[in-house]
Every structure is written in structure tokens, then in C-alpha cells.
């Protein structure tokens, strides 16, 4: 999205566009609107377009920035957020649309006292990185596995994790950190 | 991408009266497609008119088929346990769509309904047939995912739609709302092969249209199979697939729905192999010879001959499957 911050431009369209009183449904934007976001448990009231998707509302606006971005296109998977428990690209998600949901992401995975997710743990205890640009949305998509399958087998985690992709190549790695987390997380 | 405005309608007819603008409106679905297609400046509507909050239910028919939501997402398309049991073939589809976050996402509708793939028509620069410019860059271009059945042109794309295939193959038909009320469309007449009139689209929808539901029939004595062939064992599109349907009786195949898919424009019916296979027995040569027949009249493209034999596998092995033999 080469334009998603250019403010004067928002601030100009919203006064002229806001919703005509009409029968029907009621349109909003093009310009800011009001989102309430519930992400890790907590209310985030934003002023935003509705072209701003759930990744850039939260890493620009919320100044969460653990999940990363890095395709913009639902192709790569470090976006990787849980909405209502299942994984979505936050890149492909607009933030209007999540509004009422439960938004989890990366950086809400660690327990108050700043101890890792047993996920977290596995990655750092199997070196299941190299760059580490992807683990965010590995991290994540992992946990909706287990959470979903805490026995999860190596072809469900396989499975589980086939919308995210790593260039450095750590697959057996990671493969290794979500077995290692499913046993730890069973405890 | 472009600013917009946004409608988040609570009906299917508050979201028809609210495709009417001056500008450009488009639905959003799972917005999967849409959204890509919007950063890359492929599209730039005014307006984006939600339909998840339509209807994403899947109910029993009382004539013994099923009625599926446009805004079924694709992963409660796969888990739901009716679909799975009358119509395997399209369960088989569904878990292989896209990645777990795609398919949390994408909608049944948007599955059916997203733009090609074509990596001209998805770059900005290439102002194609389907962009409203006057020529398809894949004829001299490359093209090896290209279509090789349907090529008469204007436009070679392969239609994207993994369900869509499926769908075709048990004989759906697509509910349509417009300003005009609904109808239902076979889904043979729902994709439209490209021609200089209609090129900007892959089916019938108007502007002011949305697709509801895909109705698919009670299955009656059938095997089905599916088979997709791809680069990547995942998030990746299929080289080529199929989905056969045969109505049997006891070993013999009395009739049958062969559908290829990523091969043509639209989802492509083969003629040719439904032939040869009525009153054939139902075994791995029945299969062999069915592929040969389905890709009979093939005619590829400068790079892109070889997916003549995938295609010729795919619905080999979609025969073989739904006979339950081993295609390793």
C-alpha cells in the first residue's frame, strides 16, 4: 500500500464523506473512522481508514511490532496473527472487518512475568531460526496448531504451518521447535 | 492501494442496492484476492461492499443436495461432515486451496469468483485484454502456465477456481441476486469463455450482482474422484487438475462428469473423456485411457506443452481415486 499514511489527504475526504444520511447501510470512509480493536486482551480505540489492514493498524497505530511485514500479499505468512482462534495474514485483513473479534498476536504470547510461550522457549531451545524475520508469524501459526491439535502429529503440523515460509531455510528447526513445544505444552 | 468507502450491509438486498454507485463498487468476500489485487493497483474501487456477514450456512436440501453460503469460509467448507460424505470431491478441493490462513479466511464465493492468476494480468504494467488494453502478453510471452484447451483467445488465462471444478462436476448452480431479483445459473453457463465483448470477466456476474449460494444437487450413485498436480506440495495453484464424477452401476460407469481445471479459461468440461467412459468397467486402463481421451483435442501454447501430459495424469489418477486404487 504505497499511500496507507498520507494524513492531509485523509483529513481533507473525511468531512465530505461521511455517511449521507440514506436508507440502508451506512458508508464510512474513505477517510478516518473509529475501530475498536481487542488485541491480547486489550481495547485499542483507533481513528483509521478502512483501507488500513489489521497488520498495519496494529504494528503502525499500536505500536505492536512484533509480527512482521514483509510480502503485503498473503503469500509469506510473517503477518501470521490468531482472530477467534484461527490464523489469518493480518496483511490481508482489513482492520475494520476484525472489529469485536479476538485479536492475538505475537507479542501477547509471553506470560505478564516476561516468561516465554513454551512456542517461544522450543524456537530459542532449538535455534529455530536464522534471520528471524519470518519467527513471529511461525511462532504464532504454531501455537494455533498445537492449540488446536495439542498431540498434533508431524504431518498436522506440517499441515498446520504450510502458509508460512522461511528463507533462510530453517524448516527442520522449526519442525523440531513444534514438536519439542507440543510436549512442553502438554507438561 | 486507493482510498475507499466502506458498507457493511446486514442483507443480500441492502448489499445489491449497495453495489449501485457512480464510482466503482466491488464485493469483499475473504478479501484474499482483493486486497492483493488493490495494493497492486489492479483494481481501485471507490466502495467495497462486505458479504461476509451474508448468509454462511450449509443446509440439506429437500431434494437431497445442499445449499452452500457465499460466505462459507473454505475451511468450514472442509470440515463440514454432509459436505464431505455426498460430495468428496469437493472436500478434497477445499483442504488444498491456498495455505490454513487462506482458507480461514477465503469464502466459497470468493473461491469461485477471484480474478486469474496470470502474471501479466497481476502486474500493473501489463495492460492486457482483461485490463482493457488490446492484446495478451502470454501468446508471445510466458506462457508455461497458460491455458491449453480454449485458446482461441483473445484472453489464454486458466481460471483460478480450485472448488469451481467440483462444483461444476456435481452439477451446481449458483444463486445470483441483482437489482432485478435472483436466478440460478447452471454453473456450465455460469463461466464465460473470453470474447472481445465480455474479456474484462471470467463469468456472468454484472456489476450489480452477487453470487449467494452454490446449490449442488443430490449426488445419486456416484464415485467421485480429485487429483491436483502442483510444483509445491502446498501454497501453491495446480499445474493442472480434475474432478470426475461417474454414476455407476455395480462396476460398469454409466455416465460420466469429467471436469479439468487450471487448463482453460473456465472450468473445463471434457466432452471427449465423459464419451469414452460411459459403459466402460471402472479399472486403472479405463483411467489411462480416459486421460488420453480428455486431452485429445489439447492445444497448447509456445511454452507450455507439458501440461498436456499433467493434465492427461490428472484425470487419470481422479478416475483411479475414485475407484479407490492406489495412484503412487
Redesign the interface.
Known amino acids: 500500500m504505497k499511500s496507507a499514511g498520507v494524513t492531509s489527504l485523509a483529513t481533507a475526504v473525511t468531512t465530505a464523506t461521511v455517511a449521507q444520511a440514506q436508507t440502508g447501510p451506512r458508508l464510512v470512509g474513505p477517510g478516518d473512522v473509529p475501530v475498536t480493536l481487542m488485541v491480547n486482551g486489550k481495547r485499542l480505540e483507533l481513528k483509521i481508514e478502512p483501507r488500513v489492514t489489521l497488520l498495519d493498524a496494529i504494528r503502525n497505530r499500536a505500536d505492536l511490532t512484533g509480527n512482521k511485514r514483509v510480502c503485503d500479499r498473503g503469500t509469506c505468512g510473517a503477518c501470521t496473527m490468531i482472530v477467534d482462534g484461527r490464523t489469518v495474514y493480518s496483511c490481508s485483513t482489513l482492520a475494520i472487518e476484525v472489529q469485536g473479534k479476538q485479536i492475538r498476536t505475537v507479542d501477547g504470547l509471553a506470560s505478564a512475568n516476561g516468561a516465554m510461550h513454551p512456542v517461544q522457549q522450543a524456537f530459542c531451545d532449538t535455534d529455530g531460526l536464522m534471520c528471524g524475520f519470518c519467527t513471529p508469524g511461525f511462532v504464532v501459526a504454531t501455537v494455533a496448531v498445537l492449540e488446536k491439535h495439542p498431540n498434533a502429529t508431524r504431518d498436522q503440523i506440517s499441515k498446520g504451518l504450510d502458509g508460512n515460509i522461511c528463507r533462510c531455510g530453517t524448516f527442520v528447526r522449526i519442525m523440531e521447535a513444534a514438536m519439542k513445544a507440543r510436549t512442553v505444552a502438554r507438561g | 492501494?486507493?482510498?475507499?468507502?466502506?458498507?457493511?450491509?446486514?442483507s443480500e438486498k441492502?448489499a445489491v442496492?449497495?453495489l449501485k454507485t457512480d464510482g466503482i463498487a466491488m464485493v469483499?468476500g475473504g478479501?484474499?484476492d482483493l486486497?492483493?489485487r488493490?495494493?497492486?493497483y489492479i483494481d481501485s474501487p471507490?466502495?467495497?461492499v462486505?458479504v461476509?456477514g451474508l448468509d454462511a450456512t450449509m443446509t440439506s436440501t429437500p431434494d437431497g443436495g445442499m445449499k452452500i453460503g457465499s460466505a462459507v469460509k473454505i475451511?468450514d467448507l472442509f470440515e463440514h461432515a454432509q459436505v464431505a460424505k455426498l460430495y468428496p470431491s469437493v472436500n478434497a478441493a477445499a483442504i488444498e486451496v491456498?495455505?490454513?490462513?487462506?482458507r480461514?479466511?477465503g469464502t466459497v464465493g470468493g473461491n469461485v469468483n477471484q480474478r486469474p492468476r496470470c502474471w501479466y494480468f497481476r502486474n500493473e504494467e501489463f495492460v492486457c485484454f482483461k485490463k482493457g488494453g488490446s492484446r495478451c502478453f502470454a501468446v508471445n510471452g510466458e506462457n508455461q502456465y497458460h491455458a491449453i484447451f480454449g485458446n482461441e483467445g483473445p484472453s489464454h488465462i486458466v481460471h483460478p477456481s480450485s472448488l469451481a471444478v467440483p462444483f461444476m462436476a456435481y452439477g451446481a448452480k449458483f444463486r445470483v441476486l441483482g437489482p432485478n431479483g435472483e436466478r440460478e445459473i447452471a454453473a456450465a453457463d455460469y463461466f464465460t469463455m473470453p470474447t472481445l465483448q465480455n474479456v474484462l470477466k471470467e463469468n456472468v456476474l454484472d456489476d450489480e450482482d452477487i453470487l449467494t449460494h452454490v446449490i449442488l444437487p443430490a449426488p445419486g450413485i456416484v464415485k467421485s474422484g480429485h487429483y491436483e498436480v502442483r510444483y509445491k506440495a502446498?501454497?501453491d495453484w495446480p499445474l493442472a487438475f480434475s474432478t470426475v464424477v461417474l454414476t455407476m452401476s455395480g462396476n460398469t460407469i454409466s455416465s460420466a462428469r469429467v471436469v479439468l481445471g487450471a487448463v482453460a479459461p473456465i472450468p473445463w468440461r471434457s466432452k471427449a473423456a465423459e464419451a469414452f467412459l460411459a459403459g466402460k468397467p471402472l479399472n486403472e486402463a479405463t483411467a489411462a485411457a480416459a486421460g488420453e481421451a480428455a486431452v485429445s483435442e489439447a492445444k497448447p501454447m509456445s511454452g507450455n506443452a507439458y501440461k498436456v501430459q499433467i493434465a492427461k495424469t490428472a484425470v487419470k489418477r481422479a478416475i483411479m481415486n475414485a475407484a479407490g486404487l492406489n495412484t503412487v
Open positions: 492501494m486507493k482510498a475507499f468507502s466502506y458498507v457493511n450491509p446486514s441492502e442496492a449497495a469483499i478479501g484474499q486486497l492483493a488493490m495494493k497492486d471507490d466502495r467495497l462486505n461476509k475451511i491456498g495455505t490454513p490462513q487462506i480461514n479466511q502446498s501454497h
